[in-house]
């Protein structure tokens, strides 16, 4: 399996545009979690969805923030309007039910800039 | 007061000493305590779980809890450069819940 995947890698715009960031999980896993970290703020849970479901989105820090997932093997988390203090990594991670702990798998994460 | 405590370091040793990295939480219902490891402009990778108290042992790597003071460790003995990276401590009330992570310990080991 080739793991989490997302795109884009980097991401540099404006303040005010709209930023979609995407993810792929892990092929059978039923629970996507979105994380922003900062240093400041460290690693943060931003949403997390159950078999497509958003079961928590309590982290998602305002309006500006949205995430979706339309089906198994996709979501997205958009910023609109995006700025500076959004700049962070988005890290999105993907688990399923094995029975016993279930391991967060992380992707390698959108290093986002907001100028 | 956030829920995980975790000093950020940077921590620096040499080669083969034994590293010591350490979260305290202020709430007692946490069940399940992980280390996470992150290289640099990597994801997290889990290193260890343990649930409930008690140690668990991998290799050169020890994980420790004591819920009676909200307090977790992780060992590392004989360190390597290759264990150079950021650790992370995370707990969570029950399976296929929030997380709740520290703020990460940043480990330098010298050669």
């Known amino acids: 399996d080739a793991g989490v995947i997302q795109s884009p890698r980097h991401e540099v715009t404006e303040m005010g545009q709209e930023v979609t960031l995407r993810c792929k999980p892990i092929?059978?896993?039923?629970?996507l979690f979105w994380y922003r970290q900062t240093m400041m703020r460290g690693l943060e849970l931003l949403i997390y969805f159950n078999n497509n479901v958003p079961i928590d989105d309590s982290g998602m820090p305002e309006d500006r923030f949205s995430a979706k997932m339309p089906n198994a093997s996709f979501s997205t988390l958009k910023i609109q309007p995006s700025e500076p203090r959004d700049s962070a990594v988005y890290f999105c991670?993907?688990?399923?039910?094995?029975?016993?702990?279930?391991?967060?798998?992380f992707g390698p994460g959108t290093r986002l800039t907001v100028l | 007061q956030k829920e995980v405590e975790q000093d950020p370091g940077p921590l620096s040793v040499p080669e083969g000493a034994i590293v010591s990295l350490n979260c305290t939480y202020s709430?007692?219902?946490?069940?399940?305590f992980m280390w996470y490891r992150q290289y640099s402009r990597k994801g997290p990778e889990l290193l260890m779980y343990?649930?409930?108290?008690g140690n668990k042992e991998d290799g050169r790597f020890t994980a420790q809890v004591d819920k009676s003071s909200k307090y977790i460790s992780l060992f590392i003995r004989d360190s390597q450069p290759s264990d150079s990276a950021t650790y992370l401590c995370?707990?969570?009330?029950?399976?296929?819940?929030?997380?709740?992570f520290g703020s990460g310990t940043k480990l330098n080991v010298k050669p």
């Open positions: 995370a707990m969570t009330l029950y399976n296929f819940n929030k997380f709740y």
């Open positions: 092929s059978g896993h039923d629970y």
């Open positions: 709430n007692s219902a946490f069940q399940y």
């Open positions: 343990t649930y409930s108290s």
């Open positions: 991670a993907s688990t399923g039910d094995t029975g016993s702990y279930n391991e967060q798998f």
